[in-house]
């Protein structure tokens, strides 16, 4: 993790050079910024499945009480909190893969449009999962996909499980209100 924080701090900081940048800011606009980073390494000792969801909770550096802002929680040591809609909906994901991405290693799957639904409750994403077909997020080694956080998504089990590497790094343009600060800033 210390590495990746590395790599991003230096995303924010060399806007110019970055490719990253011309994908997100057209999106978010010049003043979007890392503001979590997740490294993900999907192998045999760890190969997880993760059930349809959506990114609902934000890292931030220590918890205030704000108006709109619960419930809180803490993973491993830092501070999270669901945001209003508007802060989620002002976000990007851009997943950066270190390794081929596919159906044998446990690839993404997400349900498009799904984003432009707002906060889902179970029943809702039940109803997406029924009307809409899933799509397998397929990416090349070197390859990056984009995402809205609010996008249903999920991801199964490797059925052969090597290594599925992927840095995660979460961008927003917006600032927290009242001392909020987020985790990356
Ligand atoms: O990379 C994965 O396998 C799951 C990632 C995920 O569900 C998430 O970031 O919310």
Known sequence: METYAVIYKSLNRFRAWSNIRLLIEPILGGEARVVRGIFFDK???????????QDLTIAVRERIEVEGYHPWSVKAGIVHVQPPIAILENMLTIRIHLDDT??????????P???KAGRLLAEEMQAWKAKRN???????????????????H??????????????HLEYCSAKLPDGLRWYES
């Not at 045999?44 to 969801?53: Q, S, Y």
């Not at 397998?136 to 956080?149: L, V, W």
């Not at 999920?154 to 840095?167: E, F, N, Q, T, Y």
Request: aromatic fraction near 4%; proline fraction near 4%.
């Open 43 to 53: 192998t045999a000792a760890a190969n997880w499945k993760v059930a349809w969801h």
């Open 113 to 115: 449009g799904s984003h």
């Open 134 to 152: 899933s799509v397998t997020c397929r990416i090349e080694r070197g390859g990056a996909m984009i995402m809205r956080p609010l996008l249903l």
């Open 102 to 111: 596919g159906e044998l290693n446990g690839a993404l799957q997400v349900i």
């Open 154 to 167: 999920s991801s199964s089990a490797a059925i052969d499980p090597g290594h599925r590497r992927v840095l």
